[in-house]
Structures are given as C-alpha cells and as structure tokens.
C-alpha cells in the first residue's frame, strides 16, 4: 500500500519486464517472487483505482450508505485476494522446502523433485493468469513463449516421479473411485468390468437407438454410414 501512496522511492522488486529471460532464470525464487508480487501490487492499484472510482459516482446517492462503494468493487477486491492467496500459496511452498533442507531430514533427490514441482506450481500459474502479467506489464509479449515452454520443460522433468509423487497422496480406491489408478493396478481389468456395467452396454445399439436414432437415421430411405 506504500508503494500504492508513493511513499517509497525505489521499487522494492525486481524490474523483471526488461529482462530477456531463459528458462533457467525462472528457476529462481527471486525471480518468481518478483513476478508474482508485482501482478500483486498491479491488481491492487487497479483495485485501488476502482474503489476511488465508484466513491465518486456514488457521492451523490447518500440513501445508499457508507460502504457503498466497497460493495461495488467486490469484483475486483475478490480478483486481489485470490491474487494474495497464490502469492502466499508460492511463497509458503518454497519456505517449506527451505525448511526441509535445513532440518536435512529429507534427502537431496528428494529435495530436487519437491523444487521441480514447486516451479511447475507457481509457473503454471503465471502461464494460466498471463494476461494479468503482460497487462500490468510484469513481462513482456516477448516472454510470453518462454512461460508456454517452461511448464513443458518442467513436466518432461517430473514424468519419471509421477507415479511415486501421485502415490504420496495415499488416496484409497474409493475417494478416487477410477479403474486408473487403483491400488492393485490391475488397470485393463477393471476397465472392462467398469464398461460391463454401465447402462450404456447393456444392449449391443445402446438405450438411445430404437428410440432417437434409429427412426431418425431410416427415415426417409436414410442409412446410416456406421
């Protein structure tokens, strides 16, 4: 909010919009941090901005009441919270690791996976809100194939934790209730008998044909190209 009143002379982030960034760049804590606290303090003086904004239109209307305008910049309010709670959410992942480190109870390949999914967390994100980023000016156009990329990148790294890293959520067979991804891994075998006893197999056509389809696809002469 200091930055927002102009009370701080320098800018407490990094300037990451003129940066040519490389994939290794966005590895960094510092510089995902930055990213996400300037779309932050962005959101904020857009919030700012409309909350000034609906206080003067409503002026004149004092039968609405006090807090008129506060009701009238939920939409965006709401928008800013959800952008604080991602910050926090990034920067409690990475305090957690740090602390793993630090306590050295879990070992360094460990630690290297935990990183690669904390990076694919924060940069997905970044990569599905790009609009915010480029808007408020974070990064520029220019970067934008690198956030694309970066993900990609991060997944080919991960695939061979997938399955362990999945396993440590020890979701039992009946919260996931999917022929996929069942504790005894018979996979094939419970697909078929998950088929056998949907509706749907019940009759070779189907419940819809003699119905819908059927007269649908003979009327007139009509055959079907099935």
């Given amino acids: 909010m200091a930055c927002l009143a102009g009370t701080v002379s320098d800018d407490p982030f990094l300037d990451v919009s003129r940066q040519d960034y490389e994939f290794h760049d966005l590895l960094s ?3 995902l941090d930055s990213i996400m606290a300037q779309r932050c303090l962005f959101v904020a003086g857009q919030a700012l901005d409309n909350l000034e904004a609906n ?3 409503l002026d004149a209307e004092p039968k609405i009441g006090e807090g008129a305008a506060w009701n009238a910049s939920h939409v965006i309010m709401v928008k800013l ?4 709670g991602w910050l926090l959410l990034h920067r409690s992942f990475h305090g957690k690791i740090e602390s793993l480190r630090k306590e050295g109870k879990v070992s360094d390949a460990s630690l290297r996976v935990l990183e690669s999914l904390y990076h694919l967390f924060t940069i997905s994100h970044i990569e599905d ?3 915010d980023f480029l808007e408020g000016n974070v990064l520029a156009p220019s970067q934008s194939q690198l956030i694309h990329e970066a993900p990609q990148a991060l997944l080919l790294k991960l695939r061979p934790e997938v399955v362990c890293l999945v396993d440590a959520f020890a979701h039992d067979d009946y919260s996931l209730n999917s022929a996929i991804g069942a504790d005894d891994g018979d996979v094939y075998n419970r697909l078929y008998e998950m088929a056998k006893g949907s509706p749907f197999n019940d009759t070779q056509e189907g419940p ?3 119905d819908l389809l059927k007269p649908f696809l003979t009327r007139r002469g009509r055959k079907a190209k099935l």
């Fill in 29 to 31: 804590f510092e510089v």
């Fill in 55 to 57: 206080a003067r239109r």
């Fill in 81 to 84: 919270a959800k952008c604080h």
């Fill in 129 to 131: 809100s790009l609009g």
């Fill in 208 to 210: 819809a044909w003699d």
